[in-house]
């Protein structure tokens, strides 16, 4: 949500696997085995895919999903293959969700090697106009001085920084300077794991651009999506 206006801005697609016998499954539970065997990239092909072509969907049916922006995780050996920015163009032609409506989430870890293939595909992910962000910042890989080197959209800070907001003093600061230090750079800030309405509260004083985490929504099915943009709530 806008931080702004109260608004929804944008959803972020989480999997999950109903599996026949245990249940519902996290991505604690499997995804670590799918990297294990290989099947991450498959995985994250259909990931992306299937929300891409929901969104549109959602988009057609529904005014105020219009400009809403699907953030979709993109894993580290998804990102090294060097056709992914084929992948990326091939799943928006045959969604036809507009590039900018998407947006890939990367960890910081995987972008902060000195390589210059990795500035390479971001630049063009760019160009095609999808929007990229950091996701989890804060947990350790880097310094935002590095971020001015790639074509950066936004970052998110990571939950284990904002949920100790007004409970430890350093990591209140850490939230400031991060949030201070990327508008300097031009780069939008989410704030994840926002869970009360005091870390709310802090975040807007910092003047951060946009929120998430379960005082604001816990996760939702695909209906349960549609029922809420239809609702249009404000915050």
Known sequence: MSLHTGKITG???LVRWQHPQHGLQYPNQFIATAE???LITRLCQWVIRTACHQFYQWQLQIPEGKNVIISINLSGKQFSQPNIVE???QILQQTNLAA?????EIVEGVIMEDNNSISTKLLQLRNLGVQ???????TG???LARLYHFPINGLKIDRSCVSRIGIEQARSEIVETIITLAHKLNIDVTA???ETSAQLAYLKTLQCEYAQGFFISRSLSSDQV???LKSNPQW
Do not use: C, M
Not at 100 to 104: A, D, E, F, T, V
Not at 132 to 138: A, E, P, V
């Open 11 to 13: 959803f972020e697609a």
């Open 36 to 38: 294990e065997t290989g």
């Open 87 to 89: 992948q990326i163009q």
């Open 100 to 104: 900018s409506n998407l947006r890939l």
């Open 132 to 138: 990229l962000s950091i996701d989890d910042f804060g």
């Open 141 to 143: 890989y880097s310094s």
């Open 192 to 194: 994840e794991g926002v």
């Open 226 to 228: 549609e029922t809420l």
